[in-house]
DNA sequence: CTTAATGCAAAATCTTTGCATGAAC
DNA sequence: GTTCATGCAAAGATTTTGCATTAAG
């Protein structure tokens, strides 16, 4: 090996396509959806390229993951400045970054008193947005 | 219906092992697991009893679920108290409920501020607990 | 006796892997 | 010319469903 000893990275029109489509869609999506979105537009992708990508970006971290309340796995571009939180519509997919600092506090107090480390935290918030709350009433708040 | 109209609740004895068998497991616990345990009890049930029970069990707010890293549900008897949030150790499965007051109160001012309704919050957090700290340095803190 | 619970096997998902072909360096 | 990426099909894994049998009210 004379080059990069890792960071074996080779660009591929696969790659930048899925890039470009998860950077399209706003909010979080699916492999699935993505692979779809993908073929809709006319790009010749496999499924499995799309999964391998994606895990790829997962592990370079440059992509933020969900999960859906199926299980399925929601990928997002990180926004460069580290990590976010979002507040998702359950009906429209509608997602908002929200301001998590107390969180992100109230979380580093958690671990400095309890005395863990290298603690990670996944913060999900699921609702229904004013514009979807029109005929559904079924899940109630758990708070 | 001249009785509980809905609460159809049989008690059986394979629901009452699953019950028994989800407190005496300390921390979060598999369905698959959980199976497992029962079986190994000696407790005739079938796996799909276990999901079947567990579900019930989740729709009437009895236990708590989080997802670990696989996307597999999680199980864990809810403090009878509301829901908690808990601080996992990723090496011993050492679980700690954590006062999650500060979190609550963000959730629901979020909530109010946005503009969202029916908001569900999910927080988790893994790390390392000082017992485990010895010897493995693998996951870095991505806060 | 009527209604619901059980459990086996099969189905339904989402995701990963084996392997031959083709593209990138 | 090597080495890595692609993609199909098949395998893996977790959870759900169909249906006949059994148990509870």
């Known amino acids: 090996m004379h080059e990069t000893a890792r960071g074996e990275w080779r660009p591929t029109p696969q790659r930048a396509a899925v890039l470009e489509a998860l950077r399209a869609a706003d909010g979080f999506i699916s492999a699935q959806a993505l692979h779809a979105a993908l073929v809709a537009d006319g790009v010749t992708v496999g499924l499995t390229t799309v999964y391998r990508t994606l895990r790829l970006l ?8 969900v999960r859906d309340s199926d299980g399925e796995r929601l990928y997002r571009p990180r926004p460069d400045d580290g990590h976010r939180h979002y507040l998702v519509c359950r009906e429209c997919g509608l997602s908002l970054a929200v301001d998590a600092e107390e969180v992100e506090r109230w979380v580093t107090r958690i671990q400095r008193d309890i005395g863990f480390h290298a603690v990670n935290h996944t913060v999900e918030l699921t609702g229904v947005c004013d514009g979807c709350l029109s005929g559904q009433a079924d899940r109630r708040p758990d708070s």
């Open 58 to 65: 997962e592990t370079a971290g440059h992509v933020d993951v």
